[in-house]
């Protein structure tokens, strides 16, 4: 949701996640949707 209505970068939304980085962050969240973060921001 952060990364469609939020105008935050996907380093700061990792770190309002707690997430140790952004790459963990991007893996995991590919692992879930199937797309990196930025190919989900952009499917808008």
Do not use: C, H, V, W
């Amino acid at each position: 949701m952060m990364l469609k209505s939020s105008n935050l970068n996907i380093q700061q939304i990792s770190d309002e996640l707690n997430f140790k980085s952004q790459s963990f962050f991007g893996k995991y969240f590919k692992k879930l949707t199937g797309m990196s973060p930025k190919a989900f921001r952009n499917s808008r």
